[in-house]
C-alpha cells in the first residue's frame, strides 16, 4: 500500500533569546493509509512539535523549519500556501488536541462550529449540514445528539467535550486524523469509551490515525505501529507486538520496565530510568539517551546513531542505538 | 494492629450555591501509623477535597476528623500549628507549589525556622543538606533557584520541605502525575523507601491505579463524594466488587498489546447511578468494606 503520509529529514527548532532549541531533529517516517500509527514520547521528546510543525501549526518566529518535506499524498505541506494547508487542515487531516477548550470556539454553539465546517470544507447547504452534524454526535455516542448540538461548549463535560472535538475532527471525512493527547486530561474511565469510540469510528471509516500520547498501555491497545520519541529524535519504531515483546532501545525497554507489574510489586521497587530529559537547548552530542543509559558506549557519547533495521526482528521494527540491546540483557549485565 | 494516626468518621463537605453540592458526603476511614491508604476515584469524586479537609484547608461542614486519637476538625487554625508538624502535604504541581524568589535550601529551611526546630546558620544548613540527601538531591543544589530544576526535582524538594519537621503523616496529592513518564518511577520509588525507612503514613492521593497498586496497603475508592469501597489493595484488585470499582479497573490501559486488544470494559454509568438512603459499607470479606445494602 501506498503511504498517506511521508516524513522526510524533518528538522524544526526554535530561536529563543537564551538559544536555539533543537526541538525536532531528522524524523523520518510513514504511514500506511488505513494505519495507526501511535507516538509515544514525554515533553521534549518532539512529539508533538513536529505534528504541529507540518500542519503549519507553530508561531514562525520563534519557529523554523530548518529543513525536511512532509508528503501528504505526494504534496509537500511545508510547501503549499498558507491557504491551500488550511484547507487541508480542516478536510483532509483532522485534529484532535488535549484541551477542547482551547480549540473550541466558546462564544459559538456546537452546531454553529460543526456546521461552518461541514458547509465550507464538504459544501453542503445549511440543513444537510446540520442534519449531517447531529449524525456526527451521534457517531461519537453524544446522549441525545439532537438537542445537546443547540449547546455550548462549557456545557458539556470533559468527557463529551473531548468527543465534541472528535466529531469536529472527523467531520469532513478526514483521510488522517491526527490525536495529540487526545484523553490525557480525561478520566480513565471516559478514556476507555473514547479509545473504544476510536476503534470503531476506524473500523467504520478506514481513515488513518495518528496517537500521540505518553502512555504506553494506550498505545499498546490502539496502535498497529508504535513510534517512541526521545529529544526530537525516533529512538525506535515498529510493529506494536515486536516492539513491546523485544525492545531494542535502552529508553523504550526503560519505560516498559518502569510500569508496576505483579513481579515489581512484589520486588518492592520499580526499575527506574535514572536522570532528567535533555535540555534541547545544548542537546548531547552522540545519542540523546546515553547520559541517562546505564548500556552507553563510548560511541553512544560521541555519535548520533542512524535509525536501521533491528537485527533479527521483523524488517519493520526499527532503532536508533549503537548497542545490541537483547545480547546485553542476556549478558546481565545492567 | 498498630494504633491509628488518622481516623475520619462520617466527614462531609457540602458547597452551597446556586445548587448544593455533596462535594464529600459521609466519609469514614482511617490509617494506621505507617500505613499507606491509597484514595482513588475520578473528576469530581470528592477525593482532592478529602484530603484538603484532613489538612484543614478547608473546614468541613460535619463529621469528625482525629489525628493521633485527638478531634481536629474544630480546632482553630493557631491550634492547628503544632499538628502540621506532624502532618505535611505535596501537592500535584512542582511547579506552583516553589517560592520562585527563594533558594531552594531556604525553601526547605522554612518551616524549620517557623516552627523554631533549628536556629539560624550551621545547625539549619546542616539539617536542610540531610534532607536533600534523604531525597537524593546532591546538597551543593542549595544556593539554586526552582527555574534551575527538572519537575522531578522538584518534587524532590517539596518533599524535602515536607520531610523536615519529621511528619507521621503526609498527604500526597497526585503526586506523581504532573511528572514525566521516565520521572514517576524515580517518585514512586522514593515515596516507597521514605516510608519504610522513616514509617510514615501516607493519604496518597492518585487517578494511576496501577502506582496506587504498588505503593498502598489499603485503597479506598470514592464516587461522587462517597466511598463505595476499601480494601487491603490485593483484595481490591483481585476481587473487586464494586460495580464502580470493577468498571474502573477494567479501564487501566495495559500496556501488554495482546492482553489490552483481547479485554472488554465493564461499563458504568456514574451520571445515572444513585445511592440509596440505606446504602453503607458491609464487610464482605476481613477489612473488604463494599457500598451496598445490609
Known amino acids: ?334 | 494492629m498498630k494504633p491509628e494516626i488518622l481516623s475520619v468518621h462520617d466527614l462531609t463537605k457540602i458547597y452551597r450555591g446556586a445548587t448544593e453540592v455533596r462535594a464529600v458526603d459521609g466519609v469514614s476511614f482511617s490509617i494506621a501509623e505507617g500505613e499507606v491508604l491509597g484514595l482513588v476515584g475520578e473528576s469530581g469524586s470528592g477525593k482532592s477535597t478529602t484530603g484538603r479537609l484532613v489538612l484543614r484547608l478547608e473546614d468541613p461542614t460535619g463529621g469528625t476528623i482525629q489525628f493521633d486519637g485527638k478531634p481536629i476538625h474544630d480546632v482553630s487554625q493557631s491550634a492547628m500549628k503544632p499538628i502540621r508538624r506532624q502532618m505535611q502535604v505535596v501537592f500535584q504541581d512542582p511547579y506552583a507549589a516553589l517560592n520562585p524568589r527563594m533558594t531552594v535550601g531556604d525553601f526547605v529551611g522554612e518551616p524549620l525556622l517557623i516552627h523554631s526546630v533549628c536556629r539560624r546558620g550551621s545547625e539549619l544548613r546542616d539539617r536542610v543538606a540531610e534532607l536533600f540527601r534523604q531525597v537524593n538531591l546532591d546538597p551543593a543544589m542549595m544556593k539554586r533557584y526552582p527555574h534551575e530544576f527538572s519537575g522531578g526535582q522538584r518534587q524532590r524538594i517539596n518533599i524535602a520541605r515536607a520531610l523536615g519537621l519529621r511528619p507521621r503523616l503526609i498527604v500526597a496529592d497526585e503526586p506523581i502525575t504532573a511528572l514525566d513518564v521516565s520521572i514517576q518511577a524515580q517518585i514512586v520509588n522514593l515515596f516507597k523507601e521514605l516510608q519504610e525507612e522513616l514509617g510514615l503514613a501516607y493519604l496518597f492521593i492518585a487517578h494511576d491505579l496501577s502506582m496506587v497498586r504498588f505503593l498502598c496497603h489499603r485503597v479506598a475508592v470514592m464516587l461522587k463524594g462517597r466511598i463505595v469501597e476499601i480494601a487491603p489493595t490485593e483484595a481490591l484488585f483481585e476481587d473487586p466488587r464494586h460495580p464502580y470499582t470493577q468498571s474502573l479497573l477494567s479501564a487501566i490501559p495495559i500496556p501488554d498489546p495482546k492482553l489490552e486488544r483481547a479485554r472488554s470494559r465493564i461499563n458504568f454509568d456514574r451520571d445515572a447511578h444513585r445511592f440509596a438512603p440505606d446504602d453503607r459499607l458491609v464487610e464482605v470479606a476481613p477489612g473488604h468494606f463494599v457500598m451496598g445494602q445490609p
Open chain 1, 1 to 334: 500500500m501506498a503511504p498517506i503520509l511521508e516524513v522526510r529529514n524533518l528538522t524544526v527548532a526554535f530561536d529563543t533569546p537564551a538559544g536555539v532549541v533543537h526541538a525536532v531533529n531528522d524524523v523520518s517516517y510513514s504511514i500506511e493509509e488505513g494505519e495507526t500509527l501511535g507516538i509515544v514520547g514525554e515533553s521534549g521528546s518532539g512529539k508533538s512539535v513536529h505534528v504541529l510543525a507540518m500542519s503549519g501549526l507553530i508561531p514562525r518566529p520563534p519557529g523554523r523549519i530548518v529543513r525536511g518535506e512532509v508528503l501528504f499524498q505526494d504534496e509537500d505541506l511545508l510547501k503549499m500556501s498558507p491557504a491551500r494547508l488550511r484547507d487541508i487542515r480542516g478536510s483532509e487531516i483532522g485534529f484532535v488536541f488535549q484541551d477542547p477548550m482551547t480549540s473550541l470556539n466558546p462564544v459559538l454553539t456546537v452546531e454553529r462550529q460543526l456546521v461552518e465546517a461541514l458547509t465550507r470544507h464538504e459544501g453542503l447547504g445549511a440543513r444537510a449540514a446540520r442534519a449531517r452534524a447531529v449524525e456526527l454526535l451521534e457517531m461519537v455516542r453524544i446522549p441525545d445528539a439532537a438537542k445537546r448540538i443547540k449547546n455550548y461548549p462549557h456545557q458539556f463535560s470533559g468527557g463529551m467535550r473531548q468527543r465534541v472535538m472528535i466529531a469536529i475532527g472527523i467531520a469532513c471525512r478526514p483521510k488522517l486524523l491526527i490525536a495529540d493527547e487526545a484523553t490525557t486530561a480525561l478520566d480513565v474511565t471516559v478514556q476507555a469509551q473514547i479509545l473504544d469510540l476510536m476503534k470503531d469510528l476506524k473500523r467504520e471509516t478506514g481513515m488513518t490515525l495518528v496517537w500521540i500520547t505518553h502512555d504506553m498501555g494506550v498505545v499498546a491497545g490502539l496502535s498497529d505501529t508504535v513510534q517512541v520519541m526521545y529529544a526530537g529524535r525516533i529512538l525506535e519504531r515498529g510493529p506494536v507486538d515486536a516492539v513491546f515483546a523485544s525492545p531494542r532501545n535502552a529508553y523504550t525497554w526503560g519505560l516498559l520496565q518502569s510500569l508496576p507489574t505483579a513481579e515489581r510489586r512484589a520486588a518492592g521497587k520499580l526499575h527506574q530510568i535514572p536522570g532528567s530529559p535533555p535540555d534541547l537547548m545544548n542537546p548531547p552530542p552522540g545519542d540523546p539517551f546515553a547520559p541517562r543509559n546505564t548500556f552507553a558506549t563510548d560511541r553512544c557519547r560521541t555519535e548520533v546513531p542512524p535509525l536501521r533495521p533491528a537485527p533479527g526482528s521483523t524488517p519493520d521494527h526499527l532503532v536508533a542505538a549503537w548497542y545490541d540491546l537483547p545480547a546485553l540483557l542476556a549478558g546481565g549485565t545492567r
